[in-house]
């Protein structure tokens, strides 16, 4: 692994947040930014993906559909989604490390699909490189990881769109519309939510009980705490553990509380309460299989409701008017009426007229995609910009705090911490793994 020493990265590097977050150099524009190409109309951006699983599989098949994109290079620790990858465009440079892929000169943005605990290295040196990222949800795996990446983006004036992809849903943009314009009338709750029923729990499918020669675990872990090789960790079900991801609040919470927050216009909670826990899944994974979360936000309550062992559909996102509630789903909206009925009030007429649209969550997705490419040409920030992804990133982490702790907490969004309450704050960030702790801000 390439060192820099610390004189060079305190010129030059940005740290991955303070109290116990860090970061390393090693990749051009650790000491100075890369100087980013000048794209005209006709230029092709030239893309490389960082993350080769199911997701970032997904996204490539999206962004090689675009006519401007010029595919350069795949990196993944793992040899056959790498391979899988690389098939997919003639031609491609394969990497194992993607400080490599961050190294070429011949790549104008990269796509950072990796496991959560992966996001902020790679968008922050990529950023510090010259390209452009576009990086999935959540955007971070703690708070101060976030921060640490908006002020990359903005130091080096890099376009970083996060993976929210409702966020350029037409349905989605109307909902949102709706909801600010008052039509459904003053909005004082909304609830969000994701259940199925995936009991009794999951096993490694792919991976067996030894580490495969094609697999790199230590550069999987990265900064992650040394643990032996785990087929249940890597791969898809890295979601269930603390250490890389934060399960179903930090996957689907990511979406819909996205959504919610838009809507309300507010930069966060101002408290949370949450209680839960991995009650019946006894798979070995540790977030909750069963949680509950309430936020208090300026003038409205925001609930989150997660469960993994019953399929029964809760409301997945709803906000709860005056004059009707909206529920909005991928797949279109519909607005059902109130009706006052207050003491003594027969009134049947309803509140509102009810409302209805369809959405297409293919397209969707590939407006999610363009919007990105249209701002790497542009220089403007994207619908979904890295400062929106880490502050609703904030309200999952928030809710996960919340829930581990047990109690409620008061948030200070303006200093992006817990008020009077140290031992919430030591959830903020965690003490990357040697050598990625190298240059941590002490």
């Not at 692994?1 to 390393?24: D, E, K, N, P, T």
């Not at 090689?64 to 993944?76: E, G, N, R, S």
Request: hydrophobic share 40%.
């Amino acid at each position: 692994m390439s060192r820099v020493s610390r004189r060079a990265f305190a010129q030059g590097a940005v740290a991955l947040g303070v109290a116990g977050v860090a970061g390393v150099a090693g990749v051009a524009g650790a000491t100075g930014i890369a100087h980013p190409r000048v794209l005209g109309a006709n230029d092709r951006i030239r893309i490389a993906l960082i993350g080769c699983g199911d997701r970032g599989t997904a996204l490539w098949k999206r962004f090689l559909a675009q006519p401007d994109v010029q595919p350069v290079a795949v990196c993944d620790v793992y040899q056959p989604y790498l391979q899988r990858a690389a098939e997919m465009a003639p031609g491609l440079a394969r990497e194992e490390d993607f400080r490599r892929i961050l190294e070429r000169k011949d790549v104008d943005a990269v796509i950072v699909a990796t496991p959560d605990h992966w996001h902020a290295i790679p968008t922050i040196l990529a950023c510090q490189a010259g390209k452009d990222v576009y990086v999935e949800k959540p955007l971070s795996l703690t708070v101060q990881e976030g921060r640490a990446m908006v002020k990359a983006a903005r130091q080096y004036d890099r376009v970083v769109q996060t993976g929210s992809q409702q966020r350029s849903g037409p349905h989605y943009q109307k909902a949102v519309q709706l909801v600010r314009d008052g039509v459904i009338g003053p909005v004082h709750k909304i609830t969000a939510g994701f259940t199925r029923n995936a009991m009794p729990g999951f096993l490694p499918i792919e991976l067996g009980p030894e580490q495969p020669p094609t697999l790199n675990w230590d550069l999987w872990l990265g900064p992650a705490p040394k643990v032996p090789f785990d087929p249940f960790r890597c791969l898809y079900h890295f979601r269930w553990f603390w250490n890389y991801s934060g399960g179903q609040m930090t996957n689907w919470g990511a979406h819909n509380l996205d959504i919610a927050r838009w809507a309300l216009d507010e930069v966060g909670p101002q408290a949370v309460t949450a209680f839960g826990g991995r009650y019946e899944i006894k798979d070995g994974g540790e977030t909750p299989d069963v949680q509950e979360i309430i936020y208090r936000f300026s003038k409205s309550l925001v609930t989150w409701s997660g469960r993994e062992v019953n399929r029964l559909r809760d409301e997945y996102l709803v906000f709860h008017g005056t004059l009707g509630s909206l529920s909005v789903l991928r797949n279109g909206f519909t607005v059902t009426p109130e009706v006052w009925r207050g003491r003594r009030n027969r009134n049947t007429t309803p509140a509102m007229e009810p409302l209805e649209e369809a959405g297409d969550p293919r397209l969707m997705e590939d407006l999610h995609v363009r919007n990105f490419l249209d701002c790497v040409r542009s220089r403007q920030r994207p619908i979904a910009d890295v400062e929106e992804g880490h502050r609703t990133a904030i309200v999952c982490h928030l809710g996960n705090i919340a829930t581990r702790l047990g109690r409620t907490l008061t948030w200070d969004a303006t200093t992006e911490r817990f008020q009077n309450d140290e031992e919430a704050n030591r959830y903020l960030g965690y003490t990357y793994r040697s050598p990625w702790n190298a240059y941590q801000k002490l």
